[in-house]
């Protein structure tokens, strides 16, 4: 019986800069025709090679996590959480888009040399399983057909992921904070959802994001909800920052908000707290930490 991932072993194809902050990345592998294709915000884990060794020492199998914990530090491949922004089963291609952050960490480092040919592995969902996969938390709720999503740029491959599958009929905001003007990609939907690229040319953080989710709150929030009652506020710097409803709210308006958790705490004390959003119809994933480096190698 087979598990709802695999672990892919992959090389890549072929490399697009797509604006100064992204590289897109298409892999392709024996395999990969078994790699489920479920759209949205689909998270998977993107495994590097080590120097001199590549993936020798990646342990396989259902126990595989378990035992690469306990790897020494120099035989441990270092892990990182992306979106599959495009699946191509048919032709055992998968493409996964980087953010070229200059900070000098595992992904940035290998996205600045990597070639055509170079292996990986990709933890993925396969398709031979027919139950849920999970790693897809974006769920539009019944009902609901006016939707704001909103994040940095570590949230843009899901957003356009994520408009790319929307029905038509569906209205709302995808509001995207990019490190440059340039870093504004072309998104083709279906939907009626209006895009709006903010860069912040050198700017804090949150600084263009913030105010325009409150500003579209504004527009697509038609009543005030019941404000701070029961609200509590999450230490990003303590735990986790992700919550995503496992039920349905009756409703308008959905939310999806990813990114920096310190931003995102502010967003989800604006929309729950402040607005009075059902907390059921809103996600928010705290994708990284400010000075904090994501666990995984």
Same mark, same amino acid.
Request: aromatic share 8%; hydrophobic share 40%.
């Given at each position: ?14 490399? $697009? ?47 595989w ?26 032709i ?48 539009? *709720? ?25 029905p ?10 990019? *490190? ?13 959802v ?16 913030? *105010? ?37 709210a009756? $409703? ?46």
């Amino acid at each position: 019986m087979s598990s709802p991932f695999h672990m892919f072993h992959v090389q890549v194809d072929r490399l $697009e800069r797509l604006s100064p902050s992204f590289l897109r990345v298409t892999f392709t592998g024996d395999d990969l025709c078994h790699f489920a294709d479920n759209g949205y915000d689909q998270r998977i884990k993107l495994v590097l090679p080590l120097p001199g060794c590549g993936l020798s020492y990646l342990p396989t199998g259902p126990d595989w996590y378990a035992q690469w914990r306990q790897l020494d530090d120099a035989r441990r491949n270092p892990i990182r959480t992306y979106t599959a922004r495009q699946v191509r089963a048919h032709i055992r291609e998968l493409d996964v888009d980087v953010v070229m952050h200059p900070d000098g960490g595992p992904v940035a480092q290998w996205a600045e040399r990597v070639q055509p040919g170079d292996e990986a592995a990709i933890l993925g969902p396969d398709a031979r399983y027919d139950g849920e996969h999970g790693g897809l938390e974006f769920r539009l *709720p019944a009902g609901s057909a006016t939707v704001l999503l909103a994040g940095d740029e570590t949230a843009v491959p899901a957003i356009c992921s994520v408009l790319e599958r929307l029905p038509a009929g569906v209205t709302g905001e995808a509001l995207m904070e990019v *490190p440059f003007a340039d870093d504004a990609l072309p998104v083709e939907t279906s939907c009626s959802v209006r895009v709006g690229w903010l860069p912040r040319n050198g700017g804090e953080r949150g600084a263009q994001l913030v *105010p325009a989710v409150r500003a579209a709150a504004g527009r697509l929030l038609t009543s005030p909800g019941p404000g701070l009652n029961g609200f509590s506020e999450v230490d990003v710097d303590a735990e986790e920052l992700w919550e995503v409803p496992q039920e349905d709210a009756a $409703e308008p308006l959905y939310a999806w908000l990813a990114g920096e958790a310190g931003v995102i705490k502010t967003l989800r004390r604006h929309l729950v707290g402040e607005r009075g959003m059902d907390r059921r119809a809103v996600a928010f994933m705290g994708y990284w930490r400010e000075g904090r480096a994501e666990g995984g190698g």
